[in-house]
């Protein structure tokens, strides 16, 4: 039953890793040639990243506009420690297109999602092959009802 268990969850890990869906930098012209806004990340030159969800931004002839999340690396030091921590707070306003180094954007990703599939279908064979949930089970009577 172990197992059994074992490698449900071993399955459901590789599908969360290795989903269909991955973060792909995309260009500005991409985003903007298409009819839907998709959530999307810009990660600037000094390493802020700033979170947009769907149809919650725009772009002008030098700046992406709208209204999101920011979200900033930051060390904070102690007398003997450094602690890394991440600050996320609320946006509203224009991100000048020379300052940004990336857009991300959720893609499907057709290879990963058949390498997860094709590894989660492996996994669950060879785990399950040898699966008798009742054991050796063998009825009274010599099988007779």
Same mark, same amino acid.
């Given at each position: 039953?172990?197992? /059994?268990?074992? +490698?449900?969850?071993?399955?459901?890990?590789?599908?969360?890793? /290795?989903?269909?869906?991955?973060?792909?930098?995309?260009?500005?012209?991409?985003?903007? +040639?298409?009819?839907?806004? @998709?959530?999307?990340? $810009?990660?600037?030159?000094? &390493?802020?990243?700033?979170?947009?969800?769907?149809?919650?931004?725009?772009?002008?002839?030098?700046?992406? !506009?709208?209204? *999101?999340?920011?979200?900033?690396?930051?060390?904070?030091?102690?007398?003997?420690?450094? /602690?890394?921590?991440? +600050?996320?707070? @609320? /946006?509203? *306003?224009?991100? !000048?297109?020379?300052?940004?180094?990336?857009?991300?954007?959720?893609?499907?990703?057709? =290879?990963?999602?058949?390498? $997860?599939? $094709? !590894?989660?279908?492996?996994?669950?064979?060879? $785990?399950?092959?040898?699966?008798? =949930?009742? &054991?050796?089970?063998? =009825?009274?009577?010599?099988?007779?009802?």
């Amino acid at each position: 039953m172990k197992k /059994f268990i074992t +490698s449900i969850i071993v399955s459901a890990l590789l599908l969360e890793l /290795f989903g269909c869906y991955s973060m792909r930098q995309v260009a500005i012209d991409e985003l903007n +040639s298409e009819e839907e806004k @998709p959530e999307i990340e $810009a990660i600037t030159k000094e &390493g802020h990243i700033y979170h947009f969800e769907e149809g919650n931004y725009y772009f002008s002839v030098d700046s992406i !506009a709208g209204k *999101g999340l920011m979200k900033t690396n930051k060390i904070l030091m102690d007398q003997h420690k450094e /602690f890394k921590y991440q +600050s996320v707070k @609320p /946006f509203e *306003g224009k991100i !000048a297109l020379i300052d940004i180094q990336t857009i991300e954007t959720n893609k499907f990703n057709i =290879p990963l999602s058949i390498f $997860a599939a $094709a !590894a989660t279908i492996t996994i669950l064979y060879f $785990a399950l092959k040898d699966f008798k =949930p009742l &054991g050796d089970f063998k =009825p009274l009577g010599g099988g007779r009802l």
